[in-house]
């Protein structure tokens, strides 16, 4: 074909000369601006060193860390969400997530609040190893469990077990400080009276504001003690809340708080979009959960290729992601609950176990993705990072 | 040298262009920056629904029997058998908030039908207006696609006499009422792009190719696609890094050489895909002094595309329960087809924007789960506006704006409120996280007449072994840049003789 036929199109002259134009006018654009760089570091840092300024002691197995940014301004997060901690132990590099519990207008520091896992690793570094001065990496404040304004009830009913108290502090002590339009109601369940963080600070806010009320549960009370007592069930729920309409239900806590609460719920009638969930780790132990196959045992141990790469010994019982950073081998992760995707590996050949309902995308599940941090083999594998 | 070549950025453009490569026995790493492949095609998960993030209708991939340019390239893949489309039966409902509603079918006489129902005082112009996409379709086919060693304008004189013409100037001609006119070039809510601006060639070809190739959607969405391509590359014994973008690229004698990755590492190849800008590429990934002025003045003559607001909403409810009856719907406040709508691109808040309104379970019931439907709200939006928003305040100025779109929404299917379970919203700032593209552009250079059909940046690089595939070399959306990558593949084969 002939080239440029074009040039012989009506209107092409007047465009040729709108080109020849905007060739002369255009003009060199900032590309610092244009890319974006720093506004979005300040927003979504993949890297955040944070040093810590101070350490309170909550309870005999909590304390608040609280960090300040070393070099930079602290990005601006939604009262509810968490920080990836990564961190270099024993040899072992790996991260974990912990909730804010300052609240978001306070913008010197963030306060996370951490209570000992029997043989974590994390949570007894950071209680016995951590002290004010040291530094910390993290990155943006990410997660979903957050007040959305757009359809969530102005009236939320949260129920917080044990350290799932952190993000409802920052959501309540915004409200209080900042004076929002927003009604809370917090029940909040702990075995012993001991194990409850914030108790005087929530004592004095629900006494202060009428909008908080709060509502401590002890799982086992001595015999003196006069409270709720039990878990939080939905008689408990009803007797608080008379009519639940036009309330939103937020929960954080053990997998043994969802697996309780969240059928009291239904039996109350609540919708399902009317409540909002934090993950909160892998399962305890995945080997009692529904659908994990009877023949394998919790140690067991399978052996995992990765492609270009090495093989390694893993257990059953580990989450994969687990395993891999044991071995130095070190996929991205950032919820480590199975939510973010980050962690996801395409396995090649093999089987694993991820619990039902793991958000995975449909086609990531086509073409063998699973996340990681949530898999569990159940035989040889061969693996692609 | 590590590898034949090296693609950075599993976009469309790079992902096609990586398995293009690959299954002719080079030997290709593909770089990606993020930790999921598809750049725009993608998708993620909130509670029980996966989002599809930007593909409402594809275009041209036609029917087995009557195949479209878009399923050649996809069966040259070999990802056809791992992939199931839909068909959408429907091509868009235009809502207005006064009770207008017109509701077409990629099909001629349907839309000529509604078109004359509607707006019976113009239906000759109707007959008129349609004769002439079809007239123009015919002669740029004959022209362009097949060929034709000597065109001339006796033989296409609508190719002549139309395609620079602006698509307004053209509509004038055949109608008055400025609804109508409003209707037809509805499109333009995709393409950025309003009618006074936009060759009629642009607004005739679209028309054209979804009444003819019909608007498709995938199972699993547009992830599911770029999970496809991927997987053709790995069959083929490709390599990709995700998590690791390309920091420099490396030149020796105006030759490419290789690539710095985000990781520090060096990778050698003689050849370069970029699935990125050129502006990126040419101020911050290669030695500058490499390129000549005249390049980097064409770059800059270019204005940078818009980039989008969008809002994804699951609904604990079937569509029908809504009142949603159509996959594809534009929620039109003002009859406006000028560049002062165009101007409303560049204000942060949402008023009497068009909007851009897909629900995928209407044609796909298993898209979203069972007794649940899912809808894409999207308002094209230029990126830069909103980086003078202090950081403090983003979070507060993007509920503020979704809040007055889902306001929009309600007007024309007010039982929505009742029915929210998970909503997530995207800004532009959003775009520029994800993509990386300056500006948060999402079609690369803007697509005025000037800058489009015959006069795009195209995909050569004046350095050796250094070329671009996706948005930035032409014409945006899943179709061209999809084919985009192929071709830059081509080209390079061409190169070696393989
Ligand atoms: C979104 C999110 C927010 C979180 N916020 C907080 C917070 O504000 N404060 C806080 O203290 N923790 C929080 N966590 C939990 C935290 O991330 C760690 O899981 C916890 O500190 C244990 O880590 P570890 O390294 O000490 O234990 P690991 O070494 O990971 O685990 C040791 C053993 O303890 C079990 N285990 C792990 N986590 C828990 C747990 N939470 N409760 C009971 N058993 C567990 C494991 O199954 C394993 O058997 C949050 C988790 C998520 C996903
Ligand atoms: C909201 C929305 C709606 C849309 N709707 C439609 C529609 O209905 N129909 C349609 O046809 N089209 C639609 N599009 C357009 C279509 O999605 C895009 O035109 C197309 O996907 C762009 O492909 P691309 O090849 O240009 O690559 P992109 O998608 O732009 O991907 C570029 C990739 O490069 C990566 N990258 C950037 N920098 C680096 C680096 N230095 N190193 C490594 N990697 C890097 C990025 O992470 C990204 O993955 C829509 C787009 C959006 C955003
Ligand atoms: S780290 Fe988030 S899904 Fe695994």
Same mark, same amino acid.
């Given at each position: 074909?002939?080239?440029g ?8 002259? $007047?465009?040729a ?7 002369k ?8 601006r244009?890319m974006?760089g720093?506004?979005i570091?300040?927003?979504?840092p ?10 309170i ?6 304390k ?5 940014p070393?070099d930079?301004l602290?990005?601006?997060?939604l009262a509810g ?14 991260s974990r ?11 010197g520091?963030?306060?996370?609040t951490v ?5 974590g ?7 016995d190893r951590?002290?004010?001065?040291d530094q910390?990496?993290?990155a943006?404040?990410q ?5 959305n ?6 009236h ?5 077990g ?11 002590r915004?409200i209080?400080? +900042?004076?929002?339009d927003?009604t ?11 194990d409850?963080i914030f ?5 004095r806010i629900?006494a202060?504001f009428?909008?908080?009320?709060y ?7 001595g015999k ?7 878990? #939080?069930? /939905?008689?408990l ?5 008379g ?6 239900f ?7 708080m ?22 909160y780790?892998?399962p305890d132990?995945?080997c ?12 067991d141990?399978f052996?995992?290729?990765i492609?270009d790469?090495?093989?390694i ?5 580990d ?12 996929p ?5 609950s199975?939510?973010?995707?980050? +962690?996801?590996?395409?396995v090649?050949?093999g089987k ?12 990531d599940t086509?073409f ?5 941090? #949530? ?9 692609m990072? | 040298?590590?590898?034949?070549a090296?693609?950075?950025?599993a ?7 990586s398995a ?20 725009c ?15 409402h ?8 029997e ?9 069966d040259?893949l070999?990802?056809?058998e791992?992939l ?7 091509l ?5 908030p006064d009770g ?15 078109l004359? $129902? ?10 008129g ?6 007239k ?6 004959g /022209? ?5 060693? $000597? ?12 395609a ?8 004038d ?11 037809i ?16 060639a642009?607004?005739a ?13 995938v ?20 390599? /990709? ?5 390309a920091?420099?690229i490396?030149?020796?004698?105006n030759?490419?050489?290789?690539? !710095? ?6 990778v050698e ?8 800008s050129? !502006? $990126?590429t ?7 002094n490499?390129?000549p ?22 609904f ?23 560049r ?12 009497d ?12 019931s298993?898209?979203?789960p069972?007794?649940? +439907?899912?809808?894409n ?15 403090g305040?983003y979070?507060? !100025?993007?509920?503020?704006?979704a ?8 007007e ?13 919203v995207a800004t ?10 300056p ?23 004046? !350095? ?7 948005g930035?070399t ?7 840049t999809?084919r985009?990558g ?13």
């Open positions: 074909m002939k080239k036929i074009w040039q012989e199109f009506d209107g092409y002259e $007047e465009i000369e709108e080109i020849e134009f905007s060739f006018a255009g003009k060199e654009r900032s590309f610092d244009l974006a720093q506004y570091r300040q927003l979504h993949r890297q955040l060193k944070l040093r810590i300024v101070d350490v002691a909550e309870t005999a197995s909590t608040t860390l609280r960090l300040a070393v930079a602290l990005p601006p997060f969400q968490y920080i990836p901690l990564f961190l270099e132990i024993n040899g072992i590099r790996t997530p912990y909730s804010i519990s300052s609240q978001p207008r306070q913008t520091y963030y306060d996370i209570r000992r896992v029997p043989d690793l994390v949570s007894n570094y950071l209680m951590i002290k004010t001065g910390l990496d993290s943006g404040p997660g979903n469990f957050h007040y304004p757009l359809y969530h009830d102005k939320m009913v949260c129920i917080a044990g350290s799932g108290i952190t993000p409802f502090m920052s959501m309540i915004e209080v400080e +900042c004076g929002l927003r809370v109601t917090l029940l909040y369940g702990n075995r012993q009276p001991d409850i108790h005087e600070e929530l004592e629900s202060r009428d909008n908080i009320t509502i401590p549960v002890i799982e086992k009370p003196t003690y006069t409270g709720a007592c039990g878990f #939080i069930n /939905a008689a729920i009803r007797e608080i809340l009519s639940m309409s036009d309330m939103t937020f929960l954080c806590g053990p997998q043994g969802y697996e309780f609460c969240l059928p009291e719920l239904e039996s109350l009638g609540i919708e399902k979009r009317k409540i909002r969930k934090e993950m780790g892998p132990n995945i009692d959960h529904q659908g994990w196959p009877s023949q394998i045992e919790a140690e141990r052996e995992v290729k492609l790469g090495r093989t010994s893993v257990r059953a019982r989450p994969l992601l687990v395993s891999l950073e044991n071995e130095g081998i070190l991205p992760s950032i919820c480590r199975g939510e973010c995707s980050m +962690c996801r590996v395409k090649l050949s694993v176990f991820q619990p039902a309902g793991t958000p995975v995308r449909k086609s086509q063998g993705y699973v996340h990681s941090c #949530i898999s569990y083999p159940l035989g040889d594998l061969e693996i990072l | 040298m590590d590898y034949d090296i693609v950075i950025g976009g469309n453009g790079g992902l096609t262009a293009a490569l690959a299954r002719k026995g080079m030997q290709v790493l593909l770089l990606e920056r993020h930790n999921i492949p598809g750049g095609a993608t998708s993620f998960c909130r509670g029980r629904f996966e989002f599809e993030v930007a593909l209708q594809l275009s041209g991939l036609g029917t087995p009557q195949p479209g340019p878009l399923r050649m390239t996809l040259s070999g990802v056809m791992n199931e489309f839909v068909e959408i039966t429907d868009y409902s235009v809502h207005m207008f509603h017109a509701s077409f079918k990629p099909d001629k006489n349907q839309i000529i039908a509604e004359k $129902e509607k707006f019976p005082h113009e239906n000759e112009g109707i007959d207006f349609f004769d002439l996409v079809y123009y379709a015919g002669d740029m086919i /022209a362009f696609i097949f060929r034709d060693p $000597e065109p001339s304008r006796e033989k296409y004189p609508n190719m002549y006499r139309y620079f013409k602006n698509a307004k100037a053209v509509l001609d055949f109608f008055k009422d400025p609804r109508l006119k409003a209707v070039s509805v499109y333009w809510g995709y393409l950025g792009i309003s009618a006074d601006q936009m060759a009629f642009y607004l070809m679209i028309l054209f190719q979804f009444i003819e190739f019909k608007p498709y959607h199972k699993g969405g547009s992830q599911a696609l770029s999970n496809a391509i991927l997987n053709s590359f790995f069959t083929a014994g490709g390599r /990709a890094r995700f998590n690791c973008g920091q420099r490396l030149t020796e004698d030759q490419v050489r290789g690539v !710095v990755t985000d990781d520090g590492d060096i190849a003689p050849y370069v895909v970029a699935n990125i050129p !502006v $990126e040419y101020t911050n990934l290669i030695d500058k490499l390129i002025d005249n390049t980097l003045q064409e770059m800059n003559s270019r204005t940078l595309s818009n980039s989008a607001f969008s809002m994804f909403i699951g604990d409810c079937e569509p029908e329960a809504l009142n949603i009856a159509e996959s594809t719907n534009f929620l039109m406040s003002s009859t406006d087809i000028t002062t709508n165009h101007d409303r691109m560049n204000r942060i808040d949402i008023q924007e068009l909007l851009v309104m897909s629900c995928y379970d209407v044609s796909d298993s898209f979203s069972p007794g649940t +439907c899912q809808v709200l999207v308002t094209l939006k230029y990126g830069d506006p909103w980086l003078d928003i202090p950081p305040r979070h507060e !100025v993007k509920f503020r704006c809040e007055s779109m889902l306001c929009r929404m309600e024309i299917y007010p039982e929505i409120r009742q029915h929210i379970e998970e909503i997530d532009p700032l959003t775009h520029m996280r994800y993509l990386g593209h500006a948060g552009s999402v079609y690369g250079f803007e697509h005025r007449t000037r800058d489009s059909l015959f006069f795009q940046p195209g995909r050569h690089s004046p !350095v050796k072994g250094l070329c671009f595939a996706g930035w032409g014409d945006g959306g899943f179709e061209p999809l985009s192929v071709a830059a593949a081509k080209s390079i084969l061409k190169q070696t003789n393989k």
